[in-house]
């Protein structure tokens, strides 16, 4: 299901309500949320950052687990093949 395609009541509902919020709410709490909105983007980042060195490593750690003496062989002909 595509957010486009469908939930035609939600975006009803909450297209309106997203202007009205806009124009109700105090300049000064979006200006506050202007000032902490980028510490909340960091710590986002930070955690994708943290998630993806995670994925990385097992990956690795997956992937890198060889029977070298397999291998072996079969490196030493793709490298005499170079």
Do not use: D, E, H
């Not at 995670?54 to 079969?74: D, E, G």
């Amino acid at each position: 299901m595509f957010f486009s395609t469908s939930c035609k009541i939600m975006k009803k509902v909450l297209l309106p309500g997203s202007f009205m919020i806009s124009i109700l709410v105090p300049s000064y709490w979006i200006q506050l949320y202007g000032k902490v909105a980028p510490f909340g983007a960091g710590i986002f980042l930070f955690i994708q950052l943290i998630s993806v060195m995670r994925l990385i490593k097992r990956l690795n750690y997956r992937w890198c687990q060889i029977n070298f003496k397999a291998w072996w062989p079969l490196a030493s002909r793709a490298a005499a093949a170079v």
